[in-house]
């Protein structure tokens, strides 16, 4: 086991072999901060277009106009049986008495809407829902569900089709996202990997002869390999610290005009989306997994103890 004497020094030889091979060690933090840049920004673009899609989102839905002349009672029942189906997330009623007075107050500024009002009857606005679904793709299967023959007697008009090219192409641009994304932060770690696997590579055989005499001397094997660890953790160190302070002024500056922009009602206190903290902690755990990987592969196939 090592002790804390033996932690000291290996931390302390790791960091003396980054310093002695300094231009080595800051081309392997650049690419590491290259990687953890271009990871951040397709996490930002992941986010700010799924925060913008579930915003949409939330703003699209079905709606249901029923036929005059029907009984609250009887709307009420079609309602319950819609909401019956899994795929429906909240059903919203609205009397025709409600939209009227609804339509009235939106327009009391009009002088000849509210005169052809008061001219009016009977009230001419229909009973409606407004049904809002769990997923962008539920919304077809439930738009035919209410072209079912049992409902034909009670509504007069269902508004999908409006919404179904917003819902095609927010359905698209979501899943493009994901997979172009995935793709590119595949290949960029990749390359992270090779890269720091052969600058370790490089260091063992810089120091091969430190090794052989820690070796004579009769070393523990985790000594012997613990500097190079240490060394790879601090590529993963330094990257992040760039990469943080780099992301700084879009996090403070950029995003909240963004979200603004998405949702007007969003402000700083509530966009747990883009804390800034949750981008540290991923480019940081990202770093030294990638860090520590390639570490331990250069070791085993280079420093055999």
Request: cysteine-free; charged content about 15%.
């Amino acid at each position: 086991m090592l002790d804390s004497i033996s932690i000291f020094r290996i931390i302390k030889t790791g960091a003396i072999n980054f310093w002695r091979n300094l231009w080595l060690s800051a081309a392997a933090t650049m690419v590491m901060t290259i990687t953890l840049v271009i990871l951040s920004v397709l996490f930002l673009m992941f986010a700010v277009t799924n925060y913008s899609i579930n915003t949409i989102q939330d703003k699209v839905d079905i709606s249901v106009y029923f036929k005059n002349g029907l009984v609250e009672d009887q709307i009420m029942n079609i309602k319950k049986d819609i909401e019956t189906d899994p795929k429906v997330r909240q059903i919203v009623y609205t009397s025709s008495e409600q939209a009227f007075q609804q339509f009235k107050d939106r327009h009391q500024n009009d002088q000849s809407i509210t005169q052809s009002l008061n001219e009016l009857s009977e009230n001419p606005l229909p009973a409606t829902i407004n049904i809002k679904a769990y997923n962008l793709e539920d919304y077809p299967a439930i738009s035919a569900k209410l072209q079912d023959v049992k409902y034909k007697d009670f509504i007069s008009k269902v508004n999908f089709e409006d919404n179904r090219l917003v819902i095609e192409r927010l359905g698209k641009i979501l899943k493009f996202i994901v997979t172009f994304g995935l793709g590119l932060a595949i290949v960029f770690s990749i390359i992270a990997v090779l890269v720091i696997y052969n600058t370790i590579t490089l260091t063992i055989y810089n120091r091969k002869e430190e090794v052989e005499i820690m070796r004579l001397v009769g070393a523990t094997n985790w000594y012997i390999r613990g500097p190079f660890v240490v060394e790879s953790l601090l590529y993963a160190i330094s990257a992040t610290v760039i990469t943080s302070v780099l992301f700084l002024p879009i996090f403070s500056g950029v995003l909240p005009k963004i979200a603004m922009y998405v949702n007007p009602s969003v402000t700083v206190f509530n966009q747990n989306i883009f804390n800034f903290l949750y981008l540290v902690l991923m480019v940081f755990a990202i770093s030294i997994i990638l860090a520590v990987f390639s570490t331990l592969l250069a070791i085993r196939k280079y420093l055999r103890i």
